[in-house]
């Protein structure tokens, strides 16, 4: 079987466009068909941070302070959201590889499709499941006593720069499953989505870490999105501090997400191309 995707038939670059997105459409049922199939992984993904916020804030909440008072809920509650962006990125990872290590990628190559297609049924997907897993999240805070004191538009800021970052780290895990080589290879990569998830402002006020670990923290694209989130939904922050980070926290939660789709958007979709070559 050829490794090498077949090229397209020569068309306007609008067909050739209107060809993508049914391809990526394609690419994208196929996925939701499987879940449909095999739901418990992905109900599990969608429970997960329940279990993290009700751990953290029923456990530990008590013993946190809130930086200018305030419920811990209120304050976790924000961060979870962008937690769970982040979780995402795991399920993107080892959908790709275990794909690539089935051979299923190469019979996707051989096929006359876009490989932009292919990457992007793949990120479609994991956005609809993104949005769905948000969605719960959202209800959970809800039902817990969370509430955006913001009003409805700056709300729906708040989730579509929640959004905005699982975009952007739908293609960091999409580029890793490609290059990882195998599913042990993601599995050990994984273990880094964790000191990245906690050396943030998602828990904690990074102004209670030493020095250059909370400096590292404020730079943290977790930490912009879930400041903006707080800020945004009306909820407790950490507080303006000295930072530049901080003080432009929705600024950098724009920025932050944009920089990662610029790199590597491109480049999954050229290592795509390059598999097998």
């Known amino acids: 079987m050829s490794t090498t995707t077949s090229p397209l038939p020569a068309k306007s670059p609008m067909s050739r466009f209107g060809w ?9 049922l196929r996925d939701l068909n499987h879940w449909v199939r095999r739901p418990g992984p992905v109900v599990l993904g969608w429970f997960f941070p329940i279990m993290m916020v009700l751990m953290f804030g029923g456990l530990f909440g008590g013993a946190i302070g809130v930086p200018g008072g305030g419920g ?7 961060g979870m959201f962008a937690m769970t962006m982040l979780f995402g990125l795991e399920s993107t990872m080892m959908a790709v590889t275990t794909d690539a290590a089935k051979g299923v990628t190469d019979r996707f190559r051989s096929m006359p499709m876009s490989a932009s297609a292919v990457v992007m049924g793949r990120g479609i997907a ?3 499941n993104s949005v769905v897993g948000l969605a ?32 952007a780290l739908l293609w960091v895990g999409i580029y890793i499953g490609l290059v990882a080589g195998g599913p ?3 599995t050990s990569v994984q273990i880094l989505v964790w000191p990245v998830g906690f050396l943030s402002s998602v828990f904690v006020d990074p102004a209670t ?6 400096a590292i923290a404020e730079w943290n694209p977790l930490s912009a999105t879930a400041t903006a989130a707080r800020g ?5 922050g950490w507080g303006a501090g000295e930072s530049w980070a901080t003080q432009n926290a929705t600024l950098m939660a724009v920025v932050w997400p944009l920089l ?3 790199v590597f958007l491109p480049l999954s979709t050229r290592t795509f191309r390059r598999l097998g070559g």
């Open 209 to 214: 870490m030493p020095g250059w670990l909370g």
């Open 232 to 236: 945004l939904f009306d909820n407790p």
């Open 136 to 167: 719960v999240m959202i209800v959970t805070g809800l039902l817990l006593g969370w509430r955006a004191g913001g009003g409805l538009p700056a709300a729906l800021a708040a989730v579509g720069l929640l959004l905005l970052l699982r975009f």
């Open 72 to 78: 811990y809920f209120d304050f976790l509650i924000p």
């Open 260 to 262: 990662l789709i610029a």
């Open 20 to 28: 993508a997105l049914a391809d990526s459409w394609t690419i994208t």
């Open 184 to 186: 042990e290879v993601v």
């Open 126 to 128: 994991d956005m609809l």
